[in-house]
């Protein structure tokens, strides 16, 4: 079946470790987003990616990092520089003619 | 910078009855698209309803249609015949084109609760 998957669903680190989340799309889509949700508010954008090996940032990009090697892959890196790290985190990936976006289950991120 | 504004934190209703959900949005744009989008509590995001812009006719699913506004640059999400299961987060969302960017970004959200 095709769909985009987040893994981990859970993941808890340490205070000043990096840490990757995995986002992988089966659906041949050229577009992908991450958001970041806290709890009661809306989705904010972190990265967004168009096409292979271009990426832009979004609206609170400081602390994060991206890549986009492949069309079906846009892992997203919490770096120890981001202040407050532990939030619920969505993928999601749209097509060319933006009919819409699908979304990942997300990957609920604990930095303790 | 393109932004989108959900003025209702919460709102609620009574089942059966009929609620409008309230979006406006900001860009120089002038084709583009606007979604809604449910996530219950299960945190999944489940497409209600899609507009694009260069369509003067309001979109419908079912018991879900919206009132696209252009020149105020409005678009509400009317629910009809409220069911317990529409009890959600409702977000409001606007993408450019993937030509023109394809930033697709999101309101706050409004916290809806059908009661029985």
């Known amino acids: 079946d095709g769909g985009i998957t987040q893994s981990p669903k859970y993941l808890f680190r340490k205070e000043g470790q990096n840490v990757t989340l995995s986002c992988e799309q089966n659906?041949?889509?050229?577009?992908m987003y991450w958001y970041r949700q806290d709890p009661g508010q809306g989705l904010r954008l972190i990265y967004y990616?168009?096409?292979?090996?271009?990426?832009q940032k979004g609206d609170i990009a400081e602390g994060y990092s991206v890549s986009r090697e492949k069309k079906e892959s846009f892992p997203l890196t919490v770096t120890s520089a981001q202040k407050n790290p532990t939030a619920f985190y969505l993928c999601?990936?749209?097509?060319?003619?933006?009919?819409?976006?699908?979304f990942g289950q997300g990957t609920r991120l604990t930095v303790v | 910078a393109q932004t989108v504004t959900q003025s209702q934190p919460e709102m609620s209703v009574q089942e059966a009855e009929t609620v409008t959900l309230s979006c406006t949005y900001d860009?120089?744009?002038?084709?583009?698209?606007l979604f809604w989008y449910k996530q219950p509590p299960s945190r999944q995001m489940i497409l209600v309803i899609r507009?694009?812009?260069?369509?003067?006719q309001n979109a419908t699913e079912n018991r879900f249609s919206v009132n696209f506004q252009k020149a105020a640059k409005s678009f509400s999400l009317k629910i009809s015949d409220s069911q317990l299961g529409d009890t959600a987060m409702y977000f409001c969302?606007?993408?450019?084109?993937?030509?023109?960017?394809?930033?697709?970004?999101f309101g706050q959200g409004t916290e809806l609760s059908v009661k029985p």
């Open positions: 999601a990936s749209s097509p060319h003619r933006a009919t819409e976006a699908f």
């Open positions: 659906l041949n889509h050229d577009a």
């Open positions: 990616s168009q096409i292979v090996n271009d990426f």
């Open positions: 860009t120089s744009e002038s084709n583009y698209y």
């Open positions: 507009q694009e812009a260069y369509k003067q």
């Open positions: 969302a606007f993408m450019k084109p993937l030509h023109r960017g394809g930033k697709l970004i």
